[in-house]
DNA sequence: TTGAAAGCGCTAACAA
DNA sequence: TTGTTAGCGCTTTCAA
């Protein structure tokens, strides 16, 4: 398995008693090769264990590798892995492969990142832009690749984006929490305070508050990165003088942090409306009311897009949005107490 | 963005009025540059938006590409996504990344996949082996990078290989609930029915029911891939003549299945066992108890491997086992009616 | 139907 | 401290 050096093409023409040219043009079926010249080329290919290396061929050529970079800020969080599955589904046809690695959330990892995929002469590139990341560098006096930002615009790069309807969609559940009649409704955020996203839906709640008529409190808002984190933060929540009858958990692992206080607490009197689906959703008690994302859609539009691009699409950058979907299963329509 | 052509090792030492090597050097830290020199050369790379060209440089040195490719069935299921994090943060401070591509558990995409990350001379190979593939193909003359087995074998080549204890987790799992006083135990698998975790977890079933002398009666056990038909399948067994007491579900989307099921029906008498932890075990009705996996201990297990055999380490293949955890929670608990 | 020569962008080896 | 030459493995171009 390691041992001697890697077959080459010269290796396999030698072996052969032909030229590299011709044991390149029967692998790449490219000029015409006898019947007798294709069959003792690919015996001695196989024989051999040849693998044609990509890098010298794409070097060549100049043409860049068939891959798709994705830079996603946590592969353990199944909203991105479902995301890169809506990707690759996309181009898998077009005999591009996703490459996916994860910058932590660290905009130097995230760097780092991108430049291993610009390095390696990926045909596109598809990043979730980590918050405090700036991507100016990315537009320089170079031709490179495609670039197009998912579930949050960049910065610095005027480029392609999709993203969900993040202030819309937690619009529509905060109102759907004021039509249960409810004035006290928490926040619980992601971190950090300035993503993206959080902003955003943090937007669309106040959003509802102010088409209500109801004050902004901003001691009802609470932050969590993890379940855990999460679950603490909307414990303080109940804990308050004045506390909420009502909850918008700002993304899945905060919706699972507030599932879990709530129960904790044994509050099932406490309405919850979540951003982003959960598995067990509609098995939860009450069965939790969400505003769905369609992160398998979110990919496919990404991965639209970068085709278009490839395929020559010169016009101005696109940015477009992805909506919800609003989900009612019990937790929003619980009426105050 | 896109337009003229890349920049090359040439056009910055043209601009700069040096020899493309004195670039080289100043990029790789390589013998003795001026300060001057570099400074002018640091200034031109960032005027120009250089990448350096790494197929280019790795076909120079003949060296590997410092990537470790990791081939998964699933990227939307987060065990895999956690078990990518493990291997991530083990490899990282050696300065290599890791790509993530998916088989779709189709034995023909994973060999495509393994043959792209081949092609493009990784350093080493991660696969968690579909079901049908064989990896023969892998062990030819030729000489390759080393390949890690994860989650289960692969078929047809020796190779280094990390499992959970699946056999001996399970079997725990089920005298768990044999010990609750049950005597009719459904298993719902995964899919396919040859996959080796769900054998392996069966099996462990088996011998916990043969220990306490309880006959194997094969219309317990039940099936399905997703959520949606592991909860039919759960409904099934629940429609026997004689239903069953109490479940283990062979991994967290059957477990999901099940969980599904028991709440749709009201069934919280059935006792149940879960393979593989869920974020909101604890707070399900009746907390769910697991047999926990460490998926992040096997990313780490299958990393450190593949470090020692770039170290060079030559000794025949190992077979490591991360061990699973049996957490009790209450749903594992509780009587038979 | 096949081969020879050149060169993709970079670095090793040597020379200056 | 810097430059020159050659060559990694492949494909393009041209010739046979």
């Given at each position: 398995m390691t041992g001697s050096r890697r077959p080459t093409l010269s290796d396999v023409a030698h072996e052969v008693g032909v030229s590299a040219k011709t044991v390149s043009r029967v692998l790449n079926d490219d000029g015409p090769t006898s019947a007798r010249t294709r069959e003792k080329v690919m015996e001695?290919?196989?024989?051999?264990?040849?693998?044609?290396?990509?890098?010298?061929?794409?070097?060549?050529?100049?043409?860049?590798?068939?891959?798709?970079?994705?830079?996603?800020?946590?592969?353990?969080?199944?909203?991105?892995?479902?995301?890169?599955?809506?990707?690759?589904?996309?181009?898998?046809?077009?005999?591009?492969?996703?490459?996916?690695?994860?910058?932590?959330e660290d905009p130097a990892q995230e760097r780092?990142?991108?430049?291993?995929?610009?390095?390696?002469?990926?045909?596109?590139?598809?990043?979730v832009p980590s918050v405090g990341a700036h991507h100016a560098y990315l537009g320089g006096v170079s031709s490179g690749p495609p670039v197009v930002f998912l579930d949050r615009p960049g910065s610095g790069l005027a480029t392609d984006r999709v993203v969900?309807?993040?202030r819309s969609g937690a619009q529509e559940g905060t109102a759907h929490l004021l039509a249960a009649g409810h004035r006290r409704i928490g926040f619980i955020g992601d971190l950090p305070a300035g993503l993206y996203t959080r902003r955003e839906r943090?937007?669309?709640?106040?959003a509802a508050?102010?088409?209500?008529?109801?004050?902004?409190?901003?001691n009802l808002v609470a932050s969590g990165h993890d379940q855990g984190a999460s679950a603490a933060a909307t414990?303080?929540?109940?804990?308050?003088a004045e506390p909420p009858t009502a909850l918008l958990a700002g993304n899945n692992f905060t919706a699972m942090g507030a599932v879990t206080a709530l129960a904790r607490r044994r509050r099932k009197d406490i309405a919850l409306v979540a951003f982003d689906d959960l598995p067990l959703a509609e098995i939860l008690e009450p069965p939790l009311t969400v505003i769905a994302q369609d992160p398998a859609a979110l990919g496919a539009a990404a991965a639209r897009t970068v085709l278009a691009r490839l395929d020559g699409d010169r016009t101005r950058p696109?940015?477009?949005?992805?909506?919800?979907?609003?989900?009612?299963?019990?937790?929003?329509?619980?009426?105050p107490r």
């Open positions: 001695a290919v196989n024989r051999l264990g040849f693998q044609p290396n990509l890098m010298a061929r794409n070097m060549r050529r100049g043409s860049p590798d068939s891959t798709i970079g994705l830079v996603v800020p946590d592969m353990g969080n199944p909203f991105f892995g479902t995301v890169a599955g809506g990707i690759e589904d996309a181009v898998r046809e077009r005999g591009l492969t996703l490459l996916m690695g994860s910058s932590a780092a990142l991108i430049e291993t995929f610009l390095s390696r002469r990926v045909s596109a590139l598809v990043v969900s309807s993040n943090l937007a669309g709640y106040r508050l102010a088409d209500a008529g109801v004050p902004y409190d901003r414990e303080g929540l109940l804990d308050l696109r940015a477009e949005v992805v909506p919800t979907r609003l989900v009612p299963r019990g937790s929003g329509e619980l009426p």
